[in-house]
């Protein structure tokens, strides 16, 4: 890689990394919220779903516009709303209150995923691809390691909005960076007269059977991934015995794991093929899905044990799946073809979390039941995943240089 190309993907993973810390630390949270609030997990679930929710709304309203400006300042128009309403939930007092700055934070961070994916597919060639979203998803790992464990430390120290006050803050760094290192990438941008129709974008979208299938690879990962991860510290802490106060080992462990983990994930899937690895890794995550829904109380370091293995699988399953999905578009439609896949993305989570908090349920002790039937219904998505990735095709190889288009 050239010096502009891994300063790019810094940049991305920087974006990534204060995006998934605001994301993620919902997830651990729930005790402390649930208490706050004096909430039961399917009103958790309502918070966690609402940023899905209005992410995915405003990731689908994008891919009307989105290829019609270079990707730079869609960027930055995004990353800026989504650190306003990271800051809004620092300061939310009440449940309803923080419902909306979440929903807030959902409507610019629906359009920040799909354009970095959207930035590393114009970069670089379907060849090279699956290293470069490696290193841009190293970010969920620093965000594992580093962010979410130090805002779980400051929501225990002081309180559970200290946390979006240090992504926000941190945010207003990266808004800079975005501004000094990330390219214009405009080759994709057509002039007034060569613009289709902005409804084209799901008229291509209906006519490609090859699309369609991307996006309903996408929505079984994510019913899959997403039913299962915003009870699992309420499940840990209430039923296996997990001190709270050694949550943010699973992430400190987990992520550390795929620091090293995701590199070697992307490497691989370039020279053996996308499928192959993703195959793998895909019927490997099903055992720590099993394992940590019908735990029973165990040992601290056999929670890490399993945990860690989840985080590894799920993340190597994640790596060869970005890769197909960015090429099943030229780069003219890619733009609009992410913001639609990150809004299907993220109203799977929505509904796979909502779903979730239907299914289970709370005993009068604080134990968290049925976890277990929403495992096995993640891991017959997961199952199910398999086969619809088979038929994902990509159309795109060549490459597209990041000096051609830098200014």
């Known amino acids: 890689m050239t010096r502009s190309e891994r300063l790019l993907l810094l940049v991305l993973a920087c974006i990534n990394f204060t995006h998934i810390v605001d994301f993620m630390i919902m997830m651990p949270l729930g005790p402390q919220l649930m208490r706050y609030f004096g909430i039961g997990p399917q009103e958790f679930a309502v918070i966690v779903s609402s940023y899905s929710l209005s992410a995915g709304i405003s990731g689908f309203l994008a891919a009307f516009f989105v290829d019609r400006y270079p990707r730079k300042y869609v960027v930055l128009l995004a990353y800026g ?25 959902g409507i610019f961070g629906g359009v920040l995923g799909s354009q970095v994916l959207s930035i590393v597919g114009d970069v670089f060639s379907y060849e090279r691809r699956a290293q470069a ?37 941190l945010g207003l760094g990266v808004l800079f960076l975005i501004w000094q290192f990330v390219p214009i990438l405009n080759e994709h941008v057509q002039s007034r007269q060569q613009r289709s129709n902005p409804l084209s974008v799901l008229t291509n979208i209906a006519r490609n059977p090859n699309q369609l299938r991307a996006l309903f ?29 050694n949550v943010y080992l699973i ?19 370039d020279r053996r093929g996308k499928y192959p690895v993703f195959v793998v890794f895909a019927l490997l995550s099903m055992l720590p899905i099993y394992l940590i829904t019908h735990m029973s109380p165990s040992p601290l370091a056999f929670v890490l044990f399993v945990s ?28 609009g073809f992410m913001a639609i896949n990150s809004s299907v993305q993220l109203l799977a989570q929505s509904m796979a979390a909502y779903s979730a908090g239907l299914i289970v349920g709370k005993t009068p002790e604080g134990q968290v039941t049925n976890y277990g039937l929403v495992g096995l219904f993640a891991m017959t998505a997961i199952f199910l995943s398999i086969f619809i990735a088979r038929l994902v095709k990509p159309i795109d190889t060549a490459p597209h240089p990041l000096e051609a288009t830098a200014q």
């Open 133 to 169: 979203m490696s290193i841009v998803m190293t970010a969920f790992s620093a965000a594992s390691v580093a962010g979410v464990p130090f805002g779980l430390y400051i929501a225990t120290e002081y309180s559970w909005h200290a946390p979006f006050v240090f992504v926000g803050v």
């Open 81 to 105: 709303g989504f650190v306003v309403g990271t800051l809004a939930c620092a300061i939310a007092p009440t449940y309803w209150l923080l419902i909306a700055a979440r929903a807030l934070a």
């Open 217 to 245: 690879l996408t929505t079984t990962i994510m019913l899959g991934h997403f039913s299962i991860i915003p009870f699992i510290t309420p499940y840990l802490v209430a039923n296996v015995g997990f001190s709270e106060t």
């Open 251 to 269: 992430y400190l462990v987990g992520g550390a794991l795929t620091i090293f983990s995701a590199p070697v994930v992307g490497k691989l899937a």
């Open 308 to 335: 860690g293995l989840f985080f590894v699988f799920s993340n190597g399953r994640l790596v060869p799946t970005q890769a197909m999905v960015t090429s099943v578009v030229t780069p003219t439609q890619r733009g």
